[in-house]
């Protein structure tokens, strides 16, 4: 990695999947609020990276809501 003084430096780096499975790996009940947390942010990236996943979310929640498909359908169009 590139260090402010131009200079290469060796670093440790984690995937976020690895990242979460450390996490995870923390056996302590202080670090539960933590991994709730990490698993919502690690979907909300999952979501910005495929808009199609939120979209079909939105068209799953209509469904869910009695929304006809025509309604969800004329909705999508826009």
């Known amino acids: 990695m590139l260090a402010r003084d131009g200079k290469l430096r060796k670093t440790d780096v984690a995937t976020r999947k690895q990242l979460l499975r450390i996490i995870q790996s923390v056996p302590s ?37 009695g929304y006809s498909e025509k309604w969800i359908a004329q909705r999508r169009k826009y």
């Open 29 to 65: 009940p202080n670090a539960e609020h933590l991994k709730q947390w990490l698993a919502q942010g690690s979907e909300r990236l999952d979501e910005i990276t495929d808009p199609e996943i939120v979209i079909e979310g939105a068209i799953n929640t209509y469904r869910e809501k």
